[in-house]
């Protein structure tokens, strides 16, 4: 097994059960330790109880989006004191504006899908390197 992603947790957040599934394998193949949400609150949830070195959010999801989900994240780094987890937006909306509303939005990676597994698994691992935290 490759451990490109050893000793990184990820909180994938995505509503498509297959689209979650891959996620979470591929992730996990690489040493990943994955938990998954299929919604802003479960991955709320799920971020309070296990702070993440890096998230990996759609943006286009029923009821609140990842929009959404980007702001109440920030929202709880600024309590704790300001230390951000990364979050990388996995997303069909691919125009220049997407990229610039998502990045504008607090995530640190716009990556269209359908997207390349060798590229999301070196984001996640630079991303877990340039913003190492306490967790």
Same mark, same amino acid.
């Given at each position: ?6 000793d990184? $947790? ?6 498509d ?6 996620l979470?394998?591929?992730?996990q $193949? ?6 998954t ?9 799920a971020?309070?109880?296990? *702070? ?13 989006n990842?929009? %959404?989900?980007i702001?109440?994240? *920030?929202?709880?780094?600024?309590? *704790? ?14 125009? %220049? ?20 597994? $060798?590229?999301?698994? $070196? ?13």
């Amino acid at each position: 097994m490759d451990c490109a992603l050893k000793d990184i $947790s990820i909180l994938v957040v995505e509503d498509d059960p297959d689209t979650r599934e891959l996620l979470k394998v591929l992730l996990q $193949s690489q040493g990943g330790e994955v938990t998954t949400a299929a919604s802003v609150p479960e991955a709320l949830s799920a971020y309070d109880n296990s *702070r993440p070195n890096v998230i990996v959010a759609d943006i286009g999801m029923p009821d609140y989006n990842g929009y %959404a989900l980007i702001g109440r994240v *920030r929202a709880r780094d600024r309590e *704790r004191g300001g230390d951000i987890v990364p979050a990388i937006a996995l997303t069909a909306y691919t125009t %220049a504006i997407d990229r610039d509303t998502v990045l504008s939005a607090g995530f640190q990676v716009h990556m269209p899908k359908p997207f390349e597994p $060798s590229r999301l698994i $070196s984001v996640i691992a630079d991303l877990a390197t340039k913003y190492k935290h306490a967790g």
